[in-house]
């Protein structure tokens, strides 16, 4: 009987110590659980991050292609607005920039154009050989800088008187109080023509070519072959004239001019005849 408790006794202390000793150590559990993730890469875990990785280096490549598609969409972008500024602006309707012209003869300018301002037309005097040859529309109130009353220079303007007392083809529509426009003095008005590029007075033409806008046609007047040499201007077929400007006062002086056979040949040309002229633009 004392045996057998000695040994109940005994295997009671056995069990005691290997509940102690014999159970795996948590922390060492843990441990190794954590190495064992840490360093042993197990088949599906390794799947996996394979998976990953080539979920990344999709996005990586896709993000990659976006970029690179997104750079080229902006050079695409930033070349067509190259493109679009160097299309020369007479090419794009209604930038043209537009054109002008001087309508000798009339105080208004054409349906679809923009008066400037109306002026009065002028150049040399008759009898002088020098100062300009050309005619300028001069505005009817002009601004002046320094000055100095007097005649001290030597270069002097005067306005156009018409000179129309043995020829006068002109229509006297817009003269209806005097109808007649002998010594009358002349008128002009500067035009601008916003949806076209570019002007041309054609002479001995009443009709522009195709695709061009007529503006207005008239007769070619410049000064007499024994004054002295002009411009050549084409003044609008039906004049106005400058009201209180009548009066047989000379200044500038504008004479139609009439073709001469010889270097111009005849015919077409006719000795005498009065030159017609046109203003195109387009
Ligand atoms: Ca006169
Ligand atoms: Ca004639």
């Known amino acids: 009987m004392k045996q057998r408790s000695t040994f109940v006794l005994f295997v009671c202390i056995f069990l005691l110590v290997c509940d102690i000793d014999c159970r795996p150590d948590e922390k060492d559990t843990e441990e190794e659980g954590s190495s064992a993730k840490d360093g042993l890469i197990l088949p599906e875990h390794e799947h996996r991050l394979e998976k990953e990785a080539d979920q990344l280096h999709g996005k990586e490549k896709e993000d990659k292609m976006k970029h690179t598609s997104d750079s080229h969409e902006h050079i695409r972008q930033r070349r067509q607005a190259n493109v679009t500024k160097q299309v020369p602006q007479s090419q794009q309707p209604g930038i043209a920039g537009g054109t002008t012209y001087i309508?000798?003869?009339?105080?208004?300018?054409?349906?679809?154009?923009h008066l400037i301002y109306n002026g009065i037309p002028a150049g040399s005097w008759y009898k002088h050989t020098g100062s300009g040859s050309n005619y300028l529309c001069l505005p009817h109130h002009p601004v002046w800088g320094n000055?100095?009353?007097?005649?001290q220079s030597h270069s002097y303007i005067y306005g156009v008187e018409m000179q129309l007392d043995s020829n006068d083809p002109f229509l006297k529509t817009n003269t209806p109080e005097t109808a007649r426009l002998n010594q009358e003095t002349?008128?002009?008005?500067?035009?601008?023509?916003?949806?076209?590029?570019?002007?041309?007075?054609?002479?001995?033409?009443?009709?522009?070519?195709?695709?061009?806008?007529?503006?207005?046609?008239?007769?070619?007047?410049?000064d007499h072959h024994g004054n002295h040499r002009s411009e050549y201007v084409c003044v609008d077929e039906a004049p106005e004239v400058n009201e209180g400007g009548e009066g047989d006062q000379n200044g500038a002086l504008w004479y139609v001019v009439e073709s001469g056979c010889g270097t111009l040949p005849c015919p077409n040309y006719v000795s005498g005849r009065e030159l017609t002229c046109v203003v195109c633009t387009k």
Not at 147 to 151: A, E, I, P, S, V
Not at 209 to 218: I, S
């Open 103 to 113: 309508r000798w003869g009339r105080t208004s300018c054409p349906e679809g154009t």
């Open 186 to 222: 002349a008128v002009c008005a500067l035009c601008y023509v916003p949806t076209r590029a570019t002007t041309v007075m054609i002479p001995a033409m009443k009709a522009c070519p195709v695709g061009w806008t007529k503006e207005y046609n008239g007769y070619i007047m410049s």
């Open 147 to 151: 000055h100095n009353d007097g005649f």
